[in-house]
């Protein structure tokens, strides 16, 4: 079996509902991102996948939907107002822990059919979440 990881970053502003500590205001981040792939074949140039291709793939929409965003839960009373004033705002259902980042990162990937097996994403330098395809696989 064939791996292959590519790294991202972007910046993103977020806080968390009903949480008693810092992280409940709104703060930003310099997020990290590993994305790893898995095939048990490769192609004809001896690849998994271009590393080219898999930030065209998965780096634009990072680029796009959550660099320079404040992602928030669709509960979160401030939703409302940024989007009021045009300010650039990614919605998720549940709270943007790094958990829930990690996760929906995997699940995009995986419909834009990447054969994605795990991503790690780390809020801080110290503090990282990872969300994998093996609890699925037993």
């Given at each position: 079996?064939?791996?292959?990881?590519?790294?991202?970053?972007?910046?993103?502003?977020?806080?968390?509902?009903?949480?008693?500590?810092?992280?409940?205001?709104?703060?930003?981040?310099?997020?990290?991102?590993?994305?790893?792939?898995?095939?048990?074949?490769?192609?004809?140039?001896?690849?998994?996948?271009?590393?080219?291709?898999?930030?065209?793939?998965?780096?634009?929409?990072?680029?796009?939907?959550?660099?320079?965003?404040?992602?928030?839960?669709?509960?979160?009373?401030?939703?409302?107002?940024?989007?009021?004033?045009?300010?650039?705002?990614y919605i998720?259902?549940?709270?943007?822990?790094?958990?829930?980042?990690?996760r929906i990162?995997?699940?995009?990937?995986?419909?834009?059919?990447?054969?994605?097996?795990?991503?790690?994403?780390?809020?801080?330098?110290?503090?990282?979440?990872?969300?994998?395809?093996?609890?699925?696989?037993?």
């Amino acid at each position: 079996m064939f791996t292959i990881s590519r790294n991202f970053s972007f910046c993103y502003g977020h806080r968390l509902l009903n949480y008693d500590g810092k992280c409940s205001h709104l703060h930003g981040h310099n997020a990290r991102v590993k994305i790893t792939l898995r095939s048990p074949k490769l192609d004809d140039n001896g690849m998994l996948l271009d590393f080219t291709k898999i930030k065209k793939i998965i780096g634009e929409w990072i680029n796009d939907n959550l660099d320079h965003r404040v992602i928030l839960c669709e509960k979160d009373p401030l939703v409302k107002l940024l989007l009021q004033y045009n300010e650039p705002v990614y919605i998720l259902s549940d709270n943007p822990t790094a958990e829930n980042l990690a996760r929906i990162i995997f699940n995009r990937c995986e419909s834009l059919k990447l054969p994605v097996v795990s991503v790690k994403f780390w809020e801080t330098d110290n503090c990282c979440a990872e969300f994998n395809s093996d609890f699925f696989n037993n």
